[in-house]
Nanobody, 120 residues
């Protein structure tokens, strides 16, 4: 079993900042990719940013310059720093991990989601 535990969601005013974190634990042999997706109200889930093992990060074009993804490989943790937030950033943010388990299975895992609300 693998668990993804997210933290850091909440309510923030427009123009404010918020940081999210997600820690993966369990039967992990190797994490290939960690990242973040989000589902705004009434919309489909969309890419925020991903960080592949040994590769360059990939951030949605519309979020570049405001959102930054980083990763702590030693602790299997991924972070998302969100600055200059706007109401359209309100969404449930989901942590994602593509990994190889200790029994050799290549599996994608999702966190339960953390709600971010940008409102005055």
């Amino acid at each position: 079993q693998v668990q993804l535990v997210e933290s850091g969601g909440g309510v923030v005013q427009p123009g404010g900042s918020l940081g999210l974190s997600c820690a993966a634990s369990g039967n992990i042999f190797r994490i290939n990719t960690m990242g973040w997706y989000r589902r705004p109200p009434g919309k489909e889930r969309e890419l925020v940013a991903t960080s592949p093992r040994g590769g360059t990060t990939n951030t949605a074009d519309s979020l570049k310059g405001r959102f930054t993804i980083s990763k702590d490989n030693a602790n299997n943790t991924v972070y998302l720093q969100m600055n200059n937030l706007i109401p359209e950033d309100s969404a449930v943010y989901y942590c994602y991990a593509g990994l190889l388990t200790t029994v050799g299975r290549d599996v994608a895992y999702w966190g339960e989601g953390t709600l971010v609300t940008v409102s005055s």
